[in-house]
């Protein structure tokens, strides 16, 4: 890639996106009840020598699947796994000892979405929305773990609430596991409310599922102009750097002719990740190129940048990997040295969102 990201750009396209489409997902999965309509929101880790993309498709029905895509260098040739990974579950999956079958197997009867991947020692956590199918708005983010890819172990709900957006950060901090957590409501609108917060929450072991969040959010936005000014939510989990934890998060802007997503950075204090610092500056605006598909090609919500997934290579690049209008999956890069000086030089109040910087 030619061109560097800087304070200006500080996230620069993969210039041969998409990576991933459902074109080339119906190739694979080639039987009627299988055709996908979109690839997007991909969960992504380092697993056998190669990257692993836990990626999202709507089925023609509408319900949501979990795929998995692999690629030597995690930008090109990826090759897509025969059949999907992970479907809406019944008694024929495992599940983890204590969990409660019944209220699982109603739970993700609408699809699963938007799995975010954390390795924790051998164990890949993977928590995910599932979605009921006759209550509107209904979601649990549950978790699932595996070792291998292969068998799926499924625990539950991580809490007996809505919410969106959990992510787990992949190693004990002070004795604790943590994780960033955006609660869910049910409304139409999907903005404003408790939509404007990210919570932290902290466990002693993940096998439990029974977190406790902090009452206070870590992260907050007022009701003032701002480009996350109407939802924010974490995206990646937490990718640990030299200066801190980077939460790659999303963010919305209500418009008179929409809610288009950007995305952000924070930056948590590596021994206290409730200390945050918020960049006010987003690093990832939408825009066409984020949508390459064929003139009858589907798409699904426009104006849409949205990450569930990223990496850091040894020269602290990060590779950043984001759905384009809920659609296509695409990559763009950065670096954890651009990334936290946004956080220090061009930050926000964590929890109004007001700008802590001058513009001259």
């Not at 938007?114 to 164990?123: A, H, L, N, P, V």
């Not at 604790?176 to 002693?204: A, E, M």
């Amino acid at each position: 890639m030619s061109r560097k990201p800087s304070l200006l750009k500080p996230a620069i396209r993969y210039e041969n996106n998409p990576i991933v489409t459902s074109a080339q997902v119906n190739k694979i999965w080639a039987e009627p009840q299988l055709q996908t309509i979109t690839v997007h929101n991909a969960g992504i880790t380092e697993y056998g020598g190669e990257v692993l993309m836990l990626f999202r498709s709507h089925l023609r029905s509408g319900i949501s699947v979990l795929g998995i895509a692999r690629s030597k260098n995690g930008l090109d040739n990826w090759r897509i796994d025969l059949k999907p990974a992970l479907v809406p579950c019944s008694r024929v999956d495992k599940f983890a000892q204590g969990a409660a079958v019944d209220e699982l197997i109603e739970n993700e009867q609408g699809g699963l979405e938007d799995g975010r991947i954390t390795k924790i020692d051998d164990t890949y956590l993977i928590t995910y929305s599932a979605y009921h199918a006759s209550i509107a708005h209904r979601v649990r983010v549950s978790l699932i773990s595996t070792k291998d890819f292969k068998t799926f172990l499924r625990h539950g709900p991580l809490l007996q609430t809505d919410m969106r957006n959990v992510v787990i950060f992949p190693e004990k901090i002070k004795g604790k596991y943590y994780g960033l957590f955006r609660p869910n409501d049910h409304t139409k609108q999907h903005v404003g409310g408790i939509f404007k917060q990210i919570q932290i929450g902290s466990i002693d072991n993940w096998e439990r599922s029974v977190w406790e969040i902090r009452k206070e959010p870590v992260m907050l936005q007022s009701d003032g102009p701002g480009s996350f000014s109407d939802k924010i939510g974490p995206g990646a989990p937490p990718i640990k750097t030299k200066h801190g934890w980077i939460n790659i998060f999303h963010g919305v802007r209500s418009t008179m002719d929409g809610n288009p997503y950007v995305l952000g950075v924070a930056l948590h204090q590596l021994d206290d990740p409730a200390q945050v610092k918020v960049s006010n500056i987003p690093i990832l605006f939408p825009s066409k190129s984020d949508c390459k598909v064929p003139d009858d090609a589907y798409v699904h919500v426009p104006n849409v940048v949205f990450c569930c997934g990223a990496i850091r290579r040894e020269n602290g690049e990060i590779y950043i990997y984001y759905g384009g209008n809920d659609t296509v999956m695409n990559v763009a890069v950065s670096h954890e040295d651009i990334l936290a000086e946004l956080c220090e030089k061009y930050g926000q109040n964590p929890t109004t969102g007001l700008p802590l910087y001058k513009i001259l």
